[in-house]
């Protein structure tokens, strides 16, 4: 066993043993090497009389975490294990102090954590953290000791002795420990050294007598196999059986994960049973938790996919990968399977789990899906923040600043909305969104955050939405499908495309996928599209023309400029600021799950939506503008002034100067009127009378329907005023 050099020991009192100093983080040259060598108890005194108090205090006063973060390393540290004069490169101190570094973070009752730590006759010293919401420590151990013990000994000390959770970084050897401010620092140079063989926690393994690392100790196989192998064991078996079983759960999926997972399968009798009761027994292999749930019929989930010829088995990260037949044996043996288990599981995956297809689909569950007949693996599954409470203030002030309160109420509502459909798996109808506005108006900024929302996958479709392509096969894994500030011809059959695929998108529940080199197949996705684009006509075009079929199917938002929350110049700045949202989104989703039914105001009456439409009056009038009704519209007065409505008894009065004029015609008179004109598209008198009466309702002030008939065809009186229509 390695031995630490005692050297310090020769020095008396814990007081006079030497530690390095180093200097602040972001400092080159105190980053690697250390700049003095000093007692541990001059470097107290320092901490106590407030050298470092200026720097101390503006740590205690940073805003946020992220800022705090950064303040300190701006701190000088120090080494309390000992002196480290070639650089924390080296893992052990030389000499070594027999100090370890204690870290309690974030701490509800300081006072109480501190009277636990200054009662305690192992503690030599104890004081207020710099970040000023935390304890820290410096433990006794003997000088000579094995340092591989040194660590879990003092982590399992403080759990079993106070029930308090150390960080296990700082205990390391070579750990800086950040200068701090305590007019009451506690100081105990009679403290007695900690028993650290008594307290380092030995396991069983193979036969062998190993090193248990409490805090570190990762799964070695899926978690979500695990889940399923206790799923067929009874939550209550013998006592002998259980407290194996709790052991072995920690051998295979891991020290922080099995006591969560052990509760999910047995709920605990009385509270912290788990933590005691896993490390009552020697470390039990995982191979006695699978037997056991093998014998009552668990099976790992492995899949045969028939166009490879692999085979697809969870990894460590509990998703599905492709295998060859080798290797996915190989995995196998790893749940302690005999040759003939193994061999059992493979067969039937060949001839009985095939599959048909492997794809990510937006919103569907990891696992086995059969559509239409045909078997479908998810291989990974929803990639969703996990929801918890806090605030989300910085996310907020973004949506308010670029949208206003009007339409902040309408898209919150909306995204409300989406994101209880999604977590719940409940497919529901939704309007594509469109942002409208200038640039640098928080757009974009929106469209990622929309992403992070909705599962951390985007994808651009405006070339497939277009009619470019007919692949569209990155888009069943990506919930948020994004149109970003691109640009489309104005032609009416390019935007026909657009409006039919937009249509299909807000109200289809089932879409055609085409990955491409692969087979088509009809899935279920959860999608949500959103479009940016700028106010001008090349960007606008984008958008599908707002007649009857489409209105009620998207959404028109109009953006402002505006003051972001935090500055956003550098990439600096929007580093920081991408990571405050990124840590604001579990509390915005938490709080938007809550939301119920939306105001009445906002609610679809017909309930095919969550909500009913939003038209910004200003973008809708743009978008309007460039529609082929305002083309007739124009046309049909240009067509007034050159006297082609002669025939109409209701001629147009005061023609010369064009100040005021209205006439009642048919579609036919109108469609009499154009021939000659070029007007190709309004060849059809039904195409004219659907727009007459779209311009009916888009602009009353130049078109109303006069009388109606179905036989006959409606009468629309056309009114001019001499005034530019556009």
């Keep these: 066993m390695k031995k630490l050099s005692s050297e310090n020991k020769s020095k008396g009192k814990i007081g006079s043993r030497l530690v390095s100093l180093f200097g602040p983080l972001c400092s080159e040259k105190g980053s690697a090497t250390q700049?003095?060598?000093?007692?541990?108890?001059?470097?107290?005194?320092k901490f106590k009389r407030g050298e470092y108090r200026t720097l101390v205090d503006a740590v205690r006063r940073a805003?946020?975490?992220d800022e705090r973060r950064l303040r300190k390393k701006k701190l000088p540290s120090?080494?309390?294990?000992?002196?480290?004069?070639?650089?924390?490169?080296?893992?052990s101190p030389n000499p070594f102090s027999g100090l370890i570094q204690v870290d309690i973070d974030k701490v509800d009752d300081i006072k109480a954590v501190r009277e636990k730590l200054e009662g305690d006759e192992h503690i030599y010293a104890c004081m207020l953290s710099p970040s000023g919401n935390g304890v820290k420590g410096l433990i006794s151990v003997p000088l000579s000791c094995d340092c591989k013990l040194i660590k879990n000994a003092v982590i399992n000390y403080f759990k079993t002795t106070h029930c308090l959770t150390v960080d296990p970084g700082p205990c390391a050897l070579n750990a800086r420990f950040f200068v701090t401010y305590d007019p009451e620092l506690y100081l105990n140079d009679e403290c007695h050294e900690l028993d650290v063989e008594k307290y380092a926690t030995s396991v069983i393994k193979k036969g062998k007598v190993v090193e248990?690392?409490?805090?570190?100790?990762?799964?070695?196989?899926?978690?979500?196999?695990?889940?399923?192998?206790l799923k067929t064991i009874p939550s209550r078996p013998d006592y002998n059986i259980w407290i194996e079983l709790t052991n072995a759960v920690r051998e295979a999926a891991g020290t922080k994960a099995a006591e969560e997972i052990l509760i999910e399968w047995s709920p605990e009798e009385t509270p912290g049973e788990y933590q005691d009761k896993m490390y009552e027994l020697p470390l039990i292999r995982a191979?006695?938790?699978?037997?056991?749930?093998?014998?009552?019929?668990?099976?790992p989930c492995v899949y045969f996919e028939n166009e490879t010829n692999n085979y697809w088995i969870m990894d460590a990260a509990s998703a599905f990968r492709r295998y060859t037949g080798s290797a996915t044996k190989n995995l196998l043996a790893s749940y302690e399977l005999d040759e003939s288990q193994i061999d059992a599981i493979m067969h039937k995956a060949s001839f009985s789990d095939t599959l048909d297809i492997v794809l990510n689909v937006a919103g569907m569950a990891k696992g086995l899906h059969v559509v239409n007949g045909k078997k479908l693996l998810v291989p990974n599954g929803p990639n969703l923040v996990t929801p918890s409470s806090g605030d989300w203030g910085t996310i907020r002030a973004i949506f308010q600043g670029m949208l206003g309160d009007a339409q902040y109420k309408y898209f919150i509502w909306w995204l409300a909305a989406s994101l209880k459909a999604l977590y719940s798996g409940r497919w529901q109808a939704a309007q594509v969104l469109a942002f409208v506005g200038p640039t640098s108006s928080g757009k974009s900024l929106t469209q990622c955050i929309l992403t992070l929302l909705f599962g951390k996958k985007q994808t651009r479709v405006m070339q497939s939405i277009s009619?470019?392509?007919?692949?569209?096969?990155?888009w069943a894994k990506s919930p948020h499908l994004v149109i970003e500030d691109e640009f489309s011809d104005n032609s009416k059959a390019t935007r026909d495309r657009i409006k039919e695929k937009i249509k299909a998108i807000a109200v289809n529940r089932s879409h055609r996928i085409h990955p491409k080199g692969k087979e088509a197949i009809e899935i279920a996705p959860f999608w949500r599209l959103t479009i940016s684009c700028n106010p001008q006509q090349e960007s606008l075009a984008v958008l599908p023309h707002l007649d009857e079929s489409a209105m009620d199917k998207i959404s028109l938002l109009e953006t402002q400029r505006f003051k972001m929350p935090m500055p956003a110049r550098t990439q600096d700045e929007k580093d920081r600021l991408w990571q405050q949202i990124e840590q604001e989104a579990p509390a915005l989703i938490h709080?938007?799950?809550?939301?119920?039914?939306p105001p009445a105001h906002l609610r679809d009456n017909e309930g095919r939506f969550d909500l009913s439409a939003y038209h910004n009056?200003?973008?809708?009038?743009?978008?309007e503008e460039m529609s082929p009704e305002l083309d007739l519209l124009n046309n049909i007065m240009d067509a007034m002034e050159e006297g082609k409505f002669a025939h109409i008894e209701n001629p147009l009065s005061d023609i010369a100067e064009r100040s005021q004029f209205e006439i009642t015609v048919s579609a036919a008179d109108v469609y009499i009127a154009l021939q000659g004109r070029g007007m190709g598209s309004y060849t059809n008198s039904k195409l004219i009378g659907r727009r007459l009466s779209t311009l009916a309702r888009i602009r009353p002030e130049h078109v109303r329907i006069a009388s109606k008939s179905e036989s006959n065809g409606h009468k629309y009186r056309i009114i001019g005023n001499g005034a530019e229509l556009l």
């Design 63 to 65: 805003s946020s975490d």
């Design 35 to 45: 700049i003095e060598e000093a007692s541990i108890a001059d470097v107290l005194a």
């Design 78 to 91: 120090m080494t309390p294990a000992g002196v480290f004069r070639d650089g924390l490169k080296e893992k």
């Design 591 to 597: 709080d938007l799950l809550k939301y119920e039914k």
């Design 212 to 229: 248990d690392k409490i805090f570190n100790l990762e799964n070695k196989l899926p978690l979500d196999e695990i889940r399923g192998a």
């Design 617 to 623: 009056p200003s973008v809708r009038r743009i978008i």
């Design 287 to 299: 191979e006695r938790l699978f037997q056991e749930a093998y014998r009552n019929g668990w099976r």
């Design 467 to 474: 009619g470019d392509t007919s692949f569209n096969g990155d």
